[in-house]
């Protein structure tokens, strides 16, 4: 009953053996084999708990064994089949195999896997009745060179992962033990005191394993997996240097160079190529080859049309052979693969610049015979973009050295003349701008003197009769309060006449920096205390709509203070002598991190038809003489020296409405 349960096991292990070959040797085919081979294990089984397929027990010198019985032979030649078919697979595929890496495994597994099946199926021969010793019980033999091979060449991609759970299961057995060992002594030092049978006992333990065995067990496996890094780390560090330094060098070569060397030497492959877009033959050219396959690469050309180019425009993502040998029914998959294997390519990497492809990079297998991990991938992603931007950079730099080339006796001889055309209209409008803020400044003096004469006239009648007063004042009576009175009202006045000539002086300096803090608000104070004169006998309105801790910006004092006046100025003159409001607003967008000025008045408005010349050098309404017209065109320009900007926006007839917005930025 026993050998009956075993073998109804047993019975499968030949499918599965077959199956297991079959994907390892990446057989596309035969799928019929592995049904026909289960199915007949199927049938084999059937019989299994009957007389007719173990009949009996027999005892041989070294032991009982069962004794088969009329249908046993079929399993045996079976087996025996099932053997020579995978021995027979393993074989060639060691003899077809190109790659010596991947022969050397290949080899391993003849020796391992297949020698241990042919020695279990050898089995057999006792239980047909032959006295053999049962050669399976020295399949350890095969199976210790399949573990050598695992360790070395990594048979199953698994080999990392063998290594590194050994270790940290005899790690987290060493550190069990120490646990143990620490709870024995504490048990026999502690086992006469009270202390023992404590809560804080078990607390203090609590802690110790918390504190110190744990981060301690962390720190141990941090540094097993930095072991079986090793190497790794450094590449890393190593790809992302060389992906950043591409970026800044201009050269074709360097570029190619930098690239071959980083990966061939320091992610050990066995060999790498470039190949760069050819826009005159609209194709790929194989720029740069370096490693074990440079003359079978070296002189490759492929079209938009080839497989492996189409696949990467179609999905610019890296083309891996592992997925495309997957890929089994696809025959795009298959002509992809076709193309990498020409290319003696592991990894196809397209490298991408503004969704254009710019070239790709093709990579070999790792000379260790590791599979690339999806860390790998990263890098080297990373590497494929970086260096499709800097045989962009070069490219540019190339054609525009090219250009300068062929332009540069053109380009000199015209030079002179566009730089003296360039700085005769700078001066030339620079003097524009200064003759009209002097002009302007100088319309405003008269009345801004006049303005003065006033309060000078004032404190200097008060401090003349002040003086007189103090001449003949007995000192022993108290000093008169009128004569108080008189002196405070003069420094009052000499106040006001120090704010206008403050003023005058702010608005009318000519300077070219940009990089004084300049407050909105007292822009346009300053400004209607210049243009004081022309409105203070008129029935104007002005209304002020400040907004409080305006931030301030970066610019021109008195270029700004130009702009506040010329659009004030015009408003007055909007409404001229007729009744009406100007309406004086300021505030901050914290949308756009700007603060803007808004000067809107009641008059007549600007035309439709007109608005779009208003900022247009020499055009005005005004009649000849009273008006140059570069008012608002200096405004104009001066806003955008300090990169705002200044517009007329919509008022449906309701007078005119202009906004300076300015960005609270330094310049």
Known sequence: ??????????????????????????????????????????????????????????????????????????????????????????????????????????????????????????????????????????????????????????????????????????????????????????????????????????????????????????????????????????????????????????????IAKQLMDTVVNIMLVDSCALFVYNPSVSGFNNYAVKGKYYKRVHSIFMDDNTPIVKHMIKYRQPIIKKRLIEKRGDSEAQAVLSDMNTLCAEIALPMIFKGTPNGFLIIGEKLSGDLFSREDLDLLETLSSQSSLAIENARSYRLIDDLNKNLEKKVEKRTHALKEALSEKERTQEQLIRSESLAAIGQLVAGTAHELNNPLASVTSLIQSTIEDLAEWDKNTPLDEDLIDDLKFADKELGRARAIVASLLGLSRQTQTYSEEVNLNLIIEDALRILYNQY?????????????NLPDIQGNFANLGQVALNIINNAFQAIDDRQGSIYLTTGYDNDTNQVFFECRDTGNGVPESIRQDVFKPFFTTKEVGNGTGLGLYICHEIVQKHGGAITLENTDGQGARFVVRLSVVDY
């Open 1 to 254: 009953m026993i050998s009956r349960i075993d073998h109804s096991i047993i019975i499968y292990i030949f499918p599965i053996y077959i199956h297991f070959f079959h994907a390892y040797l990446d057989i596309p085919g035969r799928k019929w084999l592995v049904r026909a081979s289960y199915a007949f294990s199927f049938i084999l089984m059937c019989f299994i708990p009957t007389p007719f397929y173990i009949e009996s027990m027999q005892q041989h010198s070294f032991g009982f064994f069962a004794k088969g019985g009329i249908l046993y032979p079929a399993f045996g030649i079976g087996s025996f089949c099932v053997i020579l078919y995978v021995l027979t697979l393993i074989y060639n595929a060691i003899i077809n195999e190109k790659r010596s890496i991947r022969k050397n495994r290949l080899k391993y597994v003849f020796m391992g896997f297949g020698i241990m099946g042919l020695m279990n199926g050898l089995n057999i021969l006792p239980i047909l009745g032959y006295p053999v010793y049962p050669p399976g019980n020295f399949s350890f033999i095969p199976l210790v060179i399949f573990a050598v091979g695992i360790f070395k060449h990594d048979l199953l991609d698994m080999g990392i992962l063998f290594k590194k759970s050994l270790i940290y299961s005899l790690l987290t057995a060493f550190i069990t033990c120490m646990y143990a060992l620490i709870i024995i002594l504490a048990n026999k030092i502690f086992k006469d005191f009270d202390f023992s049978d404590s809560i804080y006992f078990h607390i203090l333990f609590f802690l110790l394993i918390a504190f110190a065995l744990g981060p301690l067990k962390t720190k141990i496996q941090a540094l097993i997996d930095r072991i079986f890094s090793k190497g790794k780390y450094d590449y890393q560090k190593t790809i992302k240097h060389v992906s950043r330094m591409i970026t800044s060098v201009l050269n074709f070569d360097e």
């Open 536 to 548: 203070k006998h008129s029935d104007l309105n002005i209304i002020k709509n400040y907004a409080e």
